[in-house]
């Protein structure tokens, strides 16, 4: 049985439903990540919008992004995030989140953001008659490993870098007291 143009009672084609649907996710996903209070969770979340994202990508015709999406951002980047916050949280740190009191600055610049964002939308003169072309795997390969060689050396030395420092602020400091944790060792002042 073969699926009809368009959704039944609603006339509109199947990608357009689909993208609405990938879009939804992305950005309940992407509030999601801001908005948790958990940072594991908000780096769950964030895989999530990574996927839907790529998910748009491939509804777009461009398969090396939607690729590209799921292996370097999901497969790389986010696993990353999730090592990094896993080895460096401390078990040292305040039970719970200190409330940050200047959330007032993030919400203008999230609204300026927003305000040049539709007007760039608005301001920009669309052509109805332009056609998308979508590069083969095996030019952008050639652009990549030819002419920006330098470049992506130097990114992946940087990505080694971070992870290099990363692992030196995680290591462990057996010289540090542990005071003021349960089951730990307490001060002397406390002993006496």
Do not use: C, H
Not at 138 to 146: C, P
């Amino acid at each position: 049985m073969e699926l009809p143009a368009t959704v039944p009672y609603l006339d509109w084609r199947w990608d357009d439903l689909l993208f609405l649907l990938l879009a939804g996710v992305l950005l309940g996903a992407a509030l999601l990540v801001v908005l948790g209070r958990d940072i594991i969770r908000s780096a769950l979340w964030l895989i999530l919008s990574f996927a839907a994202l790529a998910g748009i990508y491939g509804l777009l015709g461009s398969a090396f992004l939607a690729i590209s999406q799921v292996l370097v951002y999901i497969g790389a980047i986010a696993v990353l995030i999730l090592f990094a916050v896993m080895i460096t949280q401390s078990k040292r740190g305040p039970a719970k989140l200190v409330f940050n009191r200047q959330w007032w600055v993030g919400a203008l610049a999230a609204i300026g953001l927003v305000i040049l964002l539709v007007l760039s939308i608005l301001l920009t003169e669309w052509d109805p008659t332009a056609t998308v072309q979508v590069a083969d795997a095996r030019d952008i390969a050639l652009t990549l490993f030819d002419d920006y060689l330098f470049a992506f050396l130097a990114l992946g030395v940087l990505l080694l870098a971070g992870v290099i420092g990363g692992l030196y602020l995680a290591r462990r400091d057996d010289d540090m007291p542990m005071t003021n944790i349960p089951g730990g060792v307490p001060d002397e002042e406390e002993a006496v």
